[in-house]
């Protein structure tokens, strides 16, 4: 099982934060764009974990897993400091 992000999930993440960031952002921040997609992929680690029985799903799960520790270290790399996605 393959997951990916349609640009317009990524596009409704996009506006999301910018309406709890400021309520009038007409630019993200690109701190704020970056955790956009480590929030994502979050989300949809927690609803495949709901299926743990379901070997595709923790395959899926896994190569999630690894992507979202790819964009976090990348995210330390550009920003210095660890991604904080819990007021994303």
Known sequence: M???LAA??????????A???ARSVVRI???ADDLVAI???AKQIR??????????SMRACRALIREQAQ????????HGKAPNIERV
């Not at 317009?8 to 934060?17: A, C, I, K, W």
């Not at 964009?71 to 550009?78: D, I, T, V």
């Open 2 to 4: 393959v997951v990916r």
């Open 19 to 21: 309406r709890k960031m």
């Open 29 to 31: 921040l690109p701190e």
């Open 8 to 17: 317009s999930e990524v596009e409704t993440g996009r506006r999301l934060v």
């Open 47 to 56: 609803e495949l974990l709901w299926h743990r029985d379901d070997p595709d």
């Open 71 to 78: 964009l976090s270290l990348a995210y330390e790399r550009r």
């Open 39 to 41: 929030n994502r992929i």
